[in-house]
């Protein structure tokens, strides 16, 4: 086995804007480096160090090749082990051909979901996958969506290649938890892979699990990076924290779009609203969840005749946005969510806000049906 660098050499990695030096090796980001001090909640930082996406690509006519990885997970002080690590998937030509789980390495202990971490450190682990069919072939490894993966080393027993220039287009999706898709059964069974599968193109997904929040410095990384096609899923976040008033967040929705539209003016962009939660479909939050595991809205939703923000208030409000810019705007589109997830499938979100496995790549064939027919906003 022969030693290949991972930066700088024939290995490209992509879906990830900044790739941060480590000790170990390096670590794939989602959003740019400039963009970390513009950000005070270190969970963040945390989200986009998961990789949702994020994928090696080159070309080999190895048989067997090895990947070094140091993974980040947590665990809760009472829960008996560490969370899973995802799974690695290699795919030949297109081809899923195989999967991995992620190696165990780093674990942070915490008492609750955000209280302070303390590391328990862990050493790299490596991945192997042999039994490649012969001769030149495409290959891409990509990481687990849900867990901060360094990469440490790679190594096969042919030669390696720069990948032949990609002619797809490029679809750059920005969403919450519900397109990181941290509960997927692996990183090619998040609904925005499974559409672009579909649909033929190339995916990078901006999602970040809990921060969808119109933060302006993600309206400037997707104005400035290349986009053949945007999409943008907005408001379960938004509600679920209570960060927004009607008042406050129609304009807010305005200057995020507003920021893209400077740097790709023509592009088609799809703004989708929440697909069905039960809990916040007519309450505003913010939310907690209950003693069945499931969220639950604090809010009253009396207060939303007075402002506050149910999801119902933000499909409208997302709807009447697009009709009033399509004047002006007419490669602006709007989906409702509920068409990727609807109010008789709530039994696939077990904790009553994220959609299982199955479902996350039901959505993916719904949305690349909408978007990618003949008719639809990505055709």
């Not at 002619?167 to 892979?193: F, Y």
């Amino acid at each position: 086995m022969r030693a290949f660098p991972l930066v700088g050499g024939a290995v490209e990695i992509r879906g990830a804007l900044d790739l941060e030096r480590t000790r170990a090796g390096v670590m794939p980001r989602r959003l740019p480096a400039w963009t970390k001090e513009q950000y005070q909640d270190p969970s963040v930082y945390g989200v986009t160090l998961m990789p949702s996406g994020v994928r090696l690509v080159f070309r080999t006519d190895a048989r067997a090749l090895e990947f070094e990885v140091l993974t980040s997970t947590g665990q809760l002080d009472g829960d008996p082990r560490p969370r899973p690590t995802g799974m690695l998937e290699l795919l030949v030509d297109g081809t899923h051909v195989a999967r991995r789980q992620a190696p165990l390495g780093n674990v942070m202990r915490m008492a609750g979901p955000r209280a302070a971490q303390q590391l328990v450190p862990g050493e790299p682990g490596t991945v192997r996958f042999a039994g490649l069919p012969a001769g030149m072939k495409n290959v891409e490894l990509w990481l687990p969506q849900q867990t901060p993966t360094e990469l440490v080393a790679f190594r096969a027993d042919g030669e390696v290649l720069a990948p032949l220039p990609d002619g797809r287009r490029r679809w750059v999706h920005h969403g919450s938890s519900i397109s990181h898709c941290l509960e997927a059964d692996g990183p090619t069974g998040t609904w925005p892979v499974v559409a672009a599968a579909l649909g033929g193109v190339e995916v990078i997904n901006l999602s970040q699990a809990g921060n969808d929040m119109l933060d302006p410095y993600v309206a400037r990384t997707i104005r400035d990076m290349p986009a053949d096609l945007i999409s943008l899923k907005v408001g379960i976040n938004i509600v679920a924290l209570g960060t927004f008033r009607l008042r406050t967040f129609g304009p807010a929705v305005h200057g995020f779009l507003d920021t893209i539209r400077d740097g790709h003016p023509e592009v088609p962009l799809l703004l989708v609203s929440p697909v069905s939660c039960p809990a916040l479909d007519t309450a505003p939050g913010p939310t907690t969840m209950g003693p069945d595991g499931k969220i639950t809205a604090l809010g009253d939703p009396a207060d939303v005749a007075r402002g506050a923000l149910s999801l119902e208030v933000v499909r409208d409000e997302l709807a009447r946005i697009v009709a009033a810019r399509r004047a002006r705007d007419p490669h602006l589109h709007y989906l409702d969510g509920r068409e990727l997830l609807g109010p008789d499938e709530v039994g696939d979100l077990p904790d009553g806000l994220h959609p299982t496995a199955a479902a996350y790549r039901r959505m993916g064939k719904r949305f690349a049906a909408y978007a990618f027919a003949d008719d639809g906003p990505f055709r």
